[in-house]
């Protein structure tokens, strides 16, 4: 679910390049890294994205691999959330870029907001 700290890292993201492409993780992706289906579909997700004035270009993340969606889209930098920073997907992903020489940005995420944590409280509340 898009949520404040989704917009926090888009619009500092644009900031951090001339042309930002926002990567809109597909159903089967999120299943995967999640478990569990988005709630919002995502040809929805990306029209909320594609919506954003930070945001020049949404397009689907499908892949498994990051470098993937680089060999499909050849940009120069890609911007995670720092809680990716020190983790060993992060470590995977610094290293896989270094390879092509893509700089690794990491901006702050936003701890008191997240999507499990929107999705745990709709889950109580229409449990309730």
């Known amino acids: 679910m898009f949520h404040v700290g989704h917009l926090n ?3 500092n993201a644009r900031l951090a390049c001339d042309f930002l492409i926002a990567g809109v993780v597909s159903d089967e992706r999120a299943v995967d890294a ?8 995502l040809a929805e997700r990306l029209e909320i994205v594609n919506s954003i004035r930070y ?9 498994a691999e990051k470098l993937d969606m680089w060999r ?3 940009f120069d930098v ?3 959330g720092d809680d990716w920073r020190g983790t060993p997907k992060g470590d995977k992903l610094e290293r ?3 390879k092509v020489g893509v700089e690794v940005v990491y901006l702050p995420y936003t701890v008191h907001t997240s999507s499990t944590m929107l999705r745990q409280v ?3 509340r229409v449990a309730n």
């Open 9 to 11: 890292i888009l619009r």
């Open 34 to 41: 999640k478990g569990k289906m988005p709630i919002v579909p």
């Open 55 to 63: 945001v020049d270009d949404a397009v689907v993340e499908d892949v």
């Open 72 to 74: 499909r889209l050849d």
């Open 78 to 80: 890609i911007i995670k």
């Open 96 to 98: 896989d870029f270094a």
């Open 122 to 124: 709709l889950h109580t």
